[in-house]
């Protein structure tokens, strides 16, 4: 704790993508802006109540967004006027916020943070050329594949549509990164890139998905925790306590 003034406010005041979904088609939802274009104005209206009735002479206030969150966080920003009564933005294990600059979200970019793991596969999401040629690339592969197997067989046919899919999906994934902005990610620029502007501060990496004995998203989980991300956790407090000057940085993508 660096500030025992310090209050949260946990905000779920808009219909977020869930996954899995209750439905198969809405597992697809977390592809698309619509429900954080959706969200941001109501973002906005709480943080504007929110600043209309602190009786703070001078409070320090701190938003921040993470994975799809960071999406919706971004969408608010982006609007005229930016978020009511922000000081600084926190952007966590963020897929992009659809800002090309930190200077776009209303703050000024040293006010900007980001806190992104390289073994957080959510802040390290390919950009939507990368994704479609690789799902292209998997889909033909698996096609080839599975016709060059069927001659074995029904077996066959599986084993070459997977091995196929597997092979054209990186060849797809190859082809797409070739031609495309390295600092790009999923929902634009990618926050903890050099190009985006923001500070981005230390946080543990934690475990490799999957091959480190974990599930596939332990490191993008680990932000907040202070016994499994207890570097990211203090830099999120100092931050938020208005003391980020104290923060420990980290380099840049």
Not at 42 to 61: C, E, L
Not at 63 to 90: C, E, K, M, R
Not at 148 to 173: K, M
Request: charged share 15%; hydrophobic share 40%; aromatic share 6%.
């Amino acid at each position: 704790m660096h500030d025992e003034s310090s209050a949260s406010i946990v905000w779920l005041g808009y219909d977020a993508p869930q996954l899995p979904a209750a439905e198969v088609i809405d597992n697809t939802d977390v592809m698309f802006t619509e429900h954080a274009e959706k969200g941001a104005p109501a973002y906005n209206q709480f943080m504007a109540g929110i600043s209309a009735t602190n009786q703070s002479p001078d409070p320090h206030v701190t938003a921040i967004g993470h994975s799809y969150g960071s999406v919706t966080l971004g969408q608010a920003a982006l609007q005229s006027g930016g978020i009511p009564g922000v000081d600084d933005i926190v952007l966590l294990g963020s897929p992009g916020t659809g800002a090309h600059r930190a200077d776009q979200l209303g703050v000024g970019k040293e006010h900007v943070f980001v806190g992104a793991s390289d073994h957080d596969p959510v802040s390290m999401a390919p950009n939507k050329v990368q994704s479609g040629a690789l799902l292209v690339g998997a889909g033909a592969g698996a096609v080839v594949g599975g016709t060059a197997g069927s001659a074995l067989g029904p077996v066959g046919a599986l084993g070459g549509a997977l091995i196929g899919g597997a092979v054209g999906g990186v060849h797809g994934w190859v082809m797409g990164d070739a031609v495309t902005d390295d600092s790009q990610n999923y929902f634009g620029t990618d926050p903890a890139r050099k190009e985006f502007g923001a500070k981005r501060f230390l946080v543990d990496d934690g475990p490799f998905p999957v091959i480190e004995g974990g599930g596939p998203m332990d490191a993008h989980s680990n932000y907040f925790n202070p016994d499994k991300g207890r570097v990211s956790a203090g830099n999120i407090a100092l931050i938020v306590s208005g003391k980020s000057d104290a923060i420990v940085i980290e380099e840049h993508r």
